[in-house]
């Protein structure tokens, strides 16, 4: 094929879309019953606002994202959906409405990342902020949702991974006693946390690296040097958390790739062999500074977002099912060209009462109709042959248990629902 799609990108066929609708479907309804509304927001947003959400000196914005343009008018996709939904919130005024807002927004983000099983280079978040609030319960809360919506969907085996990162109060003290402890092993460690060190030095405790991972997991832990605020507030998400049955691990060393995270942060992650190296189905976490830095006011907020692709892989892994969904679609037979007209009003009439209705344009025979009537997964085919076409009936046969009957057209929809 001379044209090929870009690497990192999937199409998503017909065949698939069944379980993209499902998981879409019991997204939103588990949202829903939470009390958050629908938003979709552009693709693409002005690079500064990403720049200055998720940090200059994050993988994400330094190599991930795709940029056009110059100055004032340069564009990057969307590598994430927060920074937008928030920018969006204060552009229409949202907060001066109702400060306290719940909102959701499921889409496409996209990343130049080295694509491998579980990564790509264009991936689907379900995105969930709820912004307006400081309260600990939305906490716990955000959490216990984002469990139940994998229960649901049949991915029971998930941990779910929950840390305090501090705020800018505690942080800074926390970050010199890391700097400390981690200073004499320098040496020993990998090139990149070496250029973490000064850059961004919580992410140190993030490395995959054997050699780094053995030196942090005798470092200081920021949980012991949470402030007046942060400490009672990730104490309180905890016993939450675990007053209402949540698959929870307390992880200190958990820190996550963006730097607008205050206090609460989490990992959720499929507990499934199958999805490797690429196991974090979700993640999320506080942002009490992000409104106020993004031009509003000095408001709490906290959100989640999920990979489509991962939780797909995930639910195929425990077999989950995806509801097949019982349609009553009828398909129309025809037994030859002299019938298509009146084939075509069936149809027609059937889609008009709410009915899905197909027939054949290919001008195929009556046995590969039947094939193809089969195939599609009808319960229904309504054969016409010359004395149909006469007295302006189908002979309706159910294709479940094999009954057969004729029927006028006037009552064909009303036969067919029953
Ligand atoms: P993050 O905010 O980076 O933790 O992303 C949230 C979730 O999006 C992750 O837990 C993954 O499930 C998913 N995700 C992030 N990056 C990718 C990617 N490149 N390909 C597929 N899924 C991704």
Partial sequence: MPYKRPQGTSDILPEEIKKWRFLEEQAREVFDRYGYDEIRLPLF??????????????????????????GKNQVSFRPEITAGLVRAYLENNMHKQRAFRKLFSIGPAFRHERP????????HQLDVEALGTIDPHLDAEIIIM????????????????????????CRPAYR???????????????????????????????????????ITAETPVITEHLCSSCGPHHDKVIELLGKYNVPFKSDARL??????????VFEIISTSDGLGSQNAIGGGGRYDGLIHELGGPELGAIGFALGVERILLAMGEENAATAD????????????????????????????AGIKAEMNYEGKSMKAQMKAANKSGARFTAVIGPSELENRSVNLKNMETGEEKKVELEILAEAVDK
């Fill in 116 to 123: 491998q099983k579980g990564r790509s280079r264009q991936f």
């Fill in 146 to 169: 984002a469990h139940q919506f994998f229960k649901k969907v049949g991915v029971e085996n998930h941990e779910i991974i929950v840390n305090s990162t501090g705020c800018p109060g």
């Fill in 255 to 264: 820190v996550r790739g963006l730097d607008y995270y205050t206090k609460t």
């Fill in 45 to 70: 947003e002005h690079t500064n606002l990403f720049a200055r959400s998720i940090g200059e000196a994050t993988d994400i914005v330094e190599k991930e994202m795709y940029t056009f343009g110059e």
């Fill in 325 to 352: 969904q019982e349609i009553n679609m009828v398909y129309v037979v025809t037994r030859g060209d002299e019938e298509k007209d009146f084939a075509f009003e069936v149809i027609e009439g059937l889609r008009n």
């Fill in 176 to 214: 010199e006693v890391l700097k400390k402890a981690l200073s004499p092993h320098l040496a020993k460690m990998c090139e990149n946390c070496q250029n973490r060190y000064e850059r961004n030095v919580f992410r140190i405790l993030d490395c995959k690296k054997d050699a780094c991972k053995k």
